[in-house]
């Protein structure tokens, strides 16, 4: 029986052709019925897509073949289903692909850009074949609690994500920028609002691990002279010590889910918008025109942010 799976990865390398690569992996993510979101650059690739477990495998095998992407590490997780089988008619032929689709993700998108990460700093980052050039010093899971254990409270967890995403999971006491976009991180800490942490060990961390590869880096460039970032990011981190370790609540992902849990039981962090009451669930403002996300209960589900409640 095929099985739902949702595969994360990025590769920082040279990329000489992006907008070749963009056409190839169109091409591929479509022969296997996969949806997701694909960003390509100079600077390598970052991705999430979803479909049939031997779809991705065979996805990630031939992605792999490509020299600057050999050394993906993949980040898997459950899928939620699949959407029901149909025919897909096109001149008396049927075209759809035979491969079942995941219903995670509405569409597949596969974009060329300036950047992985809009941080704003297309020429500043720097990669060569070995990654990023300059950023922070990858720490294991088991490294990170290591680290806090012999710095105790000198540790600062600084969390590279949108400020929404930390309001249902975050880790133990830390540094949540108030952004809405990652533009917004270097305008920050260019103003020194985080002057008073470039004395003690920064570590930076993020769903999957890309958005810190730049960030560190960036933090680095402006004067941060101890800057760590967990490898694998939240996601290997959690798969590592489930409710047990330094990371608190529910992880925001971006596809149909909205947010999961690393075990059963794990802390519920997140008050909804409108009445406080705890919640775990992300939704949209309702107002189509907003693009603010939100924590919402499920007796508020469908409302919109403050700016946008009908008078």
Known sequence: MP?????LAYAFAPVPDPEAVRLWQRELCESLGLRGRIIVSKHGINLTVGGELDACKQYLRRTREYAP???LVPKWSDGTAFEPDAAEPLHGVDRRAPWRRIVDFPKLSVKARDELVAFGIPDET???ENGVVGGGTHLSPQQVNELVAERGD???FFDGRNAWEAEI????DAVV???RTTHGFIEQIESGAFDDLKGRPVVTYCTGGIRCEILSAAMVERGFGEVYQIDGGIVKYGEAFGNDGLWEGSLAVFDGRESMDFAPGAAVLGRCAVCGEASKQLANCADPACRKRLVLCETHAGASCEEHVAV
């Open 126 to 128: 720097v990669v060569d």
């Open 169 to 172: 999971g975050r880790f133990k």
């Open 3 to 7: 099985v739902p799976k949702i595969l």
């Open 154 to 156: 000198d540790v600062v």
């Open 177 to 179: 920028p108030d952004v």
């Open 69 to 71: 992407f050999s050394a």
